[in-house]
């Protein structure tokens, strides 16, 4: 065998050197190989947040898409409006009139999935080096692209009332206080991800008073809104602030996932900008869901379909807190959600549950370590479990599953003790891209 | 079409490295059609021994890392369905996994490999950590090396500088399995050897020197591309390298590998190779060593692992 003379190192990329700085996180990981492991249907996955759309009527969905077609194909299949379907637009306000926002059809923008809304928010406010207060924790999605802007977000203390409204004025003031400016708030309101608590209604009129006198604007990302368990949908700050706040909202958990139709409400000039980045990015967005979207508002019962919607996830999160009540070691503690997909559990003293991934997939068992939803590094001690796509049996086993690692984890860190210098891992939202099974 | 029948690569499984398995197979099975050999790759799950009986394969290549991959027990599987498959039996597949014992088994063929203890989860809540550390940092000093004594990727390894860490790590290799490793950290020329026989005896191919951005040949450096940079051949001085070829080459025979094998060296500053581990199931991935070792000598993978298939169902 002839070896050939020693030649110039290979990076086994031809273009290492020309990446934009905004690359810098997105790189592998250890948690996303185990991700691999934990979409296999042996392992209980607590951990992605996809709507279960075994409830959906896929034979009326079928009828819908086929009369499209066939009645309406040749518009369906075509490029369409920047800004979206304007029949969609008026039927988004109807949706939207249910958590209380009076919003007109040209206020709308609609978007590929609420994820590409946050894109074009953060793309049209957000230069490098700029602030974003977030709550902490936030949306793993979120964090991703506001890393891929380069901002820097600044995390705003919760509780189980949602964001703390002196924490957010001490935010604000330390923020400014250090030179630097906010360019807006970003919070989700209702069954928050990956707290599942709500921002009490007591709050919601001091958080945007906080942000009204401090000039911030708010982007209110709602996507579970709708899918409260025991009472009426709460009201939307955009309902009590049309100026001051940019509203995200989805069709991905109240009707499919797959369609990716969402929308942002904005006031005039900044809609203005958003359809104009839209366009940039995508040109229309896909005029085929759209329609899907609106065929299926105007002829099946989708109120009736939410209803169902949250009964199901009801169910499952009653077998979770039951489970966690049932099997977790003493010293672990949880979110009681009263909506939406996830729990927020906080593990005993000195436990990483990072660090314990790998343990939980050798168990069959998943979840996101709570580091995924901070900027900053911190979320160690906790995770976010899922309750939306498994079966209350699974869910229960799964629970059960956790609760063991946990205790092995628990005798571990005994064993070890907790590091003095134990430091939280650096922060790396992209590496955790939410991806399908994240969101 | 070739004449090799039907084909399967085997990939994913439920090992910590399915990623990675994954997408060795996906690259063994796409360099295999590229020269038309038809290839159908399957997953390691409940549905398998179904597959493998209902359309049994005239040879497999399995592409499987980790547990499941390289601890000898789908090859135990393949051997009782009377399955050629390309490389290793299960026994060398079992004795090479488990790293204190090819450890053991290369010092006692003279190679040099860093003075270590493999210790059970159980000993540190037996005896005490504090006092199990303790001794360790006494006998082997810092920094240290610990890893899962059975495992690939370098997932659960880190380095240990000071006592502190030492927990630390030891926590992260005990995520991954109930042993670790704990071996004396060498500072050096990090260097893998992959070695093939396709019927003419085991042949080393070119030195692979691996040198990454970090310092860290890490899961990110190992799977980013661009985050390592490699010399393939090596910047070796000539004796080193054939060192290092030779270390290859005896952990190859010693640990009665067959087909192909890498094993990992740090060459020190005198030239020295000191045997880190060796692989059953080589990475073959986009940023994996041995498909760079592959380019390095002039040939083409897929005609390698063609030849290997052949000499796989040729053996029956």
Known sequence: MNVPQSQPGSRLDNYVDRYAARTAGMTASEVRALFAVASRPEVVSLAGGMPNINALPLDAVADTVARLVVERGTVALQYGSGQGDETLRGQICEVMRLEGIEAHPDDITVTVGSQQALDLVTRIFIDPGDVILAEAPSYVGALSTFASYQADVVHVGMDEDGLVPEHLENAIAAVRASGRRIKFLYTIPNFHNPMGVCLSPERRGRILEICRAADVLVIEDNPYGLLGFDNEPMRALRADDAEGVVYLGSFSKTFAPGLRVGWAVAPHAVREKLVLAAEASVLSPPVFSQMTVSAYLETQPWRAQIKNYREMYRERRDAMLDALRTYMPEGTTWTNPTGGFFVWVTLPAGLDAKAMLPRAVTARVAYVPGTAFYADGFGASSMRLSFCYPTPERIREGVRRLAGVITQELELRTMFGTPQSQTPPAASPTTLAPGPDLA | ?316
């Open chain 2, 1 to 316: 079409m070739s004449d090799l029948g039907r084909v399967v690569v085997l990939a994913g499984g439920l090992s910590h490295e399915r990623d990675v398995s994954l997408r060795s197979g996906r690259r063994i099975a796409d360099a295999l059609r590229a020269i038309d050999v038809d290839v159908e790759v399957l997953d390691v799950d409940g549905r398998l021994l179904a597959a493998l009986t209902a359309d049994r394969p005239d040879v497999v290549f399995p592409a499987l890392h980790g547990s499941y991959g390289e601890d000898g027990a789908v090859r135990d599987v393949l051997e009782l369905l009377g399955i050629p498959y390309v490389g290793s039996r299960p026994d060398a597949s079992r004795l090479t996994f488990d790293k204190p014992m090819a450890k053991a088994a290369l010092r006692a063929a003279g190679v040099r490999t860093p003075d270590s203890v493999t210790l059970p989860q159980d000993t540190f809540r037996d005896l005490g950590a504090g006092a199990v550390l303790d001794a360790i940092v006494a006998r082997l000093g810092l920094p240290l090396f610990v890893k899962p004594a059975r495992g690939g990727s370098a997932l659960g390894a880190s380095v240990a500088r000071t006592l502190d860490e030492l927990s630390s790590a030891m926590v992260g290799a005990f995520a991954y399995g109930d042993v670790a490793l704990v071996e004396t950290y060498l500072e050096g020329t990090e260097v893998a050897v992959s070695v093939v026989d396709t019927g003419d005896g085991p042949t080393a191919l070119p030195v692979v020197e691996i040198v990454p951005d970090t310092g860290v040949y890490d899961y990110t450096a190992r799977y980013t591309a661009g985050m390592t940079e490699f010399f393939a051949p090596s910047r070796l001085a000539p004796e080193a390298a054939q060192a290092a070829v030779q270390a290859a080459l005896t952990a190859h025979q010693v640990l009665r590998l067959r087909d192909v094998s890498r094993t990992d060296l740090i060459v020190d500053a005198e030239g020295t190779p000191w045997f880190l581990e060796a692989n059953v199931a080589p990475g073959m991935t986009e940023t994996s060593l041995l498909p760079l070792a592959i380019a390095a000598a002039g040939l083409d993978a897929g005609i390698l692992y063609r030849e290997l298939l052949h000499r796989a169902a040729k053996r029956g």
